[in-house]
């Protein structure tokens, strides 16, 4: 069996913060690090951590790559995420249905990302709450997977309003569920006409090199201080 | 196109009621009227329509059935519902991740459940939050679909405490998910060891016999007041 080597935190939500502001700070701690950092949302299932096992595989040999696990309870995700090579925390919200930009500060604190060029926020599974809150990330990106239905943009439109790239994930069980791609991209466009919509199978690779090139380009802008 | 006869009711959480004493209050106005009712529960895309108007279906020559569609925005899903044949409001939650007992409280005065049987609240996709809300409901279903994975009790415990029965959504498509239906019977086991577990295919109709039976002997225990 795998040896944990990642730390356990346990953060908590204060709603009584302005968490605006501590979303700056965040972006501020980012910056002086020199760190891009995604947020990473999408449903229970959808598949964040399959994905991010992929991305990091794929982007290790060119950058330090953290991850901040944020999960209800257990620490499954951690393990596996800290088996394809990158820098881990796991945070436990214990019940708490998102990240604010607080406990995402505590985590960056504690993960200690001096040693680390791009890091991942895996939100908990969950497409209402997350979107509520800016956690200081640079970039957020949500997964919507076929299996879920083409039509969720209509059921919860403030986290495709929010996210900066759409992923439409498990592109590969296609061809037994009824997903429109196209009836997919024009609710989000609908909502969010700038959003770039990226299919993908994290299982068979497709579409990979785009999500990737994305990366490397928002990474690249971060660094020129565009961003 | 179908012509929509149904009402849209903006529903607000107010964090400051004693929801113990709201969710008393609803089971009390279901007992008056005899309705006995269902707080199905699941993750966005895991299945709840589908599986509603299949229910909806099987049931509707025996028992008067009326629906309540939470959802953040959009009514795709009341409309469904209503062509299966069942008595159905929408409510809007305006953003709130959740249904809790005021909020289900005014969807049954608006809906009008004295010409009803058996009602469904189809919550608001989410695992995390809803499972925190007792509404009042008679029984709490979970779906949970196969493409989530079989750890998500792991992941989203509280759920799978507070729930009567948890069906195994898209048994259909286990050929092409790596989906071990024992080992999620034995998390579910660890947390809840009295529930329930059927697997089933709203699709492919698979196990719904074993559902349907299961909703009519609670329906049936509810009338002899032994719930």
Same mark, same amino acid.
């Given at each position: 069996?795998? &040896?944990?080597?990642f730390?356990?935190?346990?953060? #908590? ?18 910056? &002086? ?26 982007? $290790?040999?060119r *950058? ?9 309870? %257990?620490?499954?995700? @951690?393990?596996?995420?800290?088996? @394809?090579?990158? &820098? !881990? ?41 997350p979107?509520? =809150?800016?956690?200081?990330?640079? #970039? ?5 997977? !076929?299996?879920?239905?083409?039509? #969720?943009?209509? &059921? *919860? ?5 929010? %996210? ?14 009824? =997903? ?5 991209? #024009? *609710? !989000? @466009? ?10 993908? %199978? @994290? ?6 090199d ?14 020129? $201080?565009?961003?």
């Amino acid at each position: 069996m795998n &040896k944990i080597e990642f730390d356990i935190l346990e953060v #908590k939500s204060n709603i009584l913060n302005d968490n605006d502001r501590s979303s700056d700070n965040v972006r501020e701690i980012l910056k &002086k690090n020199n760190v891009f950092m995604v947020n990473l949302m999408a449903s229970p299932g959808a598949g964040k951590t399959t994905t991010l096992v992929k991305t990091i595989e794929a982007l $290790k040999d060119r *950058y330090r790559i953290g991850v901040m696990e944020a999960d209800v309870d %257990s620490d499954v995700d @951690a393990i596996t995420v800290q088996n @394809a090579g990158a &820098k !881990v925390i796991q945070l436990h919200t214990g019940g708490s249905c998102h990240m604010d930009a607080d406990m995402t500060k505590e985590g960056i604190e504690k993960l200690d990302i001096s040693d680390i060029d791009v890091l991942f926020l895996e939100n908990i599974g969950n497409l209402v709450c997350p979107a509520e =809150f800016d956690t200081g990330a640079t #970039k957020k990106v949500c997964i919507l997977s !076929v299996p879920e239905g083409d039509d #969720k943009p209509l &059921k *919860y439109p403030l986290m495709f309003q929010v %996210s900066d790239l759409l992923l439409i994930g498990k592109m590969d069980v296609m061809p037994v569920f009824n =997903f429109d791609v196209e009836a997919c991209k #024009k *609710y !989000v @466009a609908d909502l969010n006409p700038d959003m770039e919509v990226l299919p993908v %199978s @994290a299982r068979t690779g497709e579409g990979f090199d785009k999500w990737i090139e994305w990366l490397v380009k928002e990474i690249q802008k971060f660094r020129e $201080k565009e961003v």
